[in-house]
């Protein structure tokens, strides 16, 4: 199957400093990409949606201008945390789908374990 | 609005099968998926289903869908110690062409040797 990356794995940073996440699909084109948010034994919240070149759509009570997102081209998407907190400390998995009304299958990355100490 | 429900916990005994169950409120949804998931790991899509079909089989698992009452279930037949997990239901309407996806809470399997 496709393979969809996320970098990093786990980061730790400061309070108060910026984080960015990478996703990027290896082997297709991915015209969409979402991100969600997992805590601890619960399940998957939508974050957003991005399609390459637009603007993201987020969904309800997420803040556009605290979770960045930039789907600059058709293989990487990035959630950049600014300004972040404790309370931002999570699990942030992305999926990427190739596009199409038939397609199926959006594909996951390994997901990102942020703490923010 | 958009719902999808699933019990938390199963524990089945190793070579048993499970039968994970999820129910689901938007009529519209096009497909309906099962993922796997392990400790601190992605996602990984084990099948799915379209809304017009009411059974799948793929190797060990069986998908069983009544679209009347919204229910979904997927059966891990002679389940192994691999098998632990937590297995989310998600579906999707495909609306807008974006197909995004809503979860459950996901059921945590454990399987005793």
């Known amino acids: 199957g496709a393979v969809v990356s996320q970098h990093p794995s786990w980061v730790i940073c400061k309070s108060g400093t910026s984080v960015k996440i990478e996703c990027r699909s290896l082997d297709f084109q991915a015209t969409t990409m979402f991100w969600y948010r997992q805590f601890p034994k619960q399940s998957l919240m939508l974050m957003a949606t991005?399609?390459?070149?637009?603007?993201?759509?987020?969904e309800q009570g997420v803040e556009k201008d605290k979770f960045l997102i930039n789907h600059a081209s058709l293989t990487l998407s990035t959630l950049t945390v600014t300004s972040a907190h404790p309370e931002d400390s999570s699990f942030y998995i992305c999926?990427?789908?190739?596009?199409?009304?038939?397609?199926?299958?959006?594909?996951f990355g390994q997901g990102t374990r942020l703490t923010v100490v | 609005g958009e719902d999808v429900e699933q019990s938390l916990f199963l524990s089945v005994r190793e070579g048993d099968s499970s039968v994970i169950n999820c129910t689901y409120t938007?009529?519209?949804?096009?497909?309906l998926y099962w993922y796997k998931q392990e400790p601190g790991a992605g996602l990984q899509l084990l099948t799915y289903?379209?809304?017009?079909?009411d059974m799948k089989q793929d190797q060990r698992l069986t998908v069983l869908l009544n679209k009347k009452d919204k229910h979904l279930s997927l059966r891990i037949a002679d389940t192994q110690t691999g098998d632990s997990a937590i297995y989310f239901c998600?579906?999707?309407?495909?609306?807008?062409?974006?197909?995004?996806?809503?979860f459950g809470q996901g059921t945590t399997l454990q399987v005793k040797p």
């Open positions: 991005s399609n390459e070149g637009s603007k993201a759509t987020y």
């Open positions: 938007d009529s519209s949804s096009t497909y």
């Open positions: 999926s990427a789908r190739e596009g199409g009304a038939q397609n199926t299958e959006a594909f």
């Open positions: 289903i379209f809304s017009n079909m």
């Open positions: 998600a579906e999707s309407t495909h609306s807008g062409n974006t197909g995004k996806l809503i």
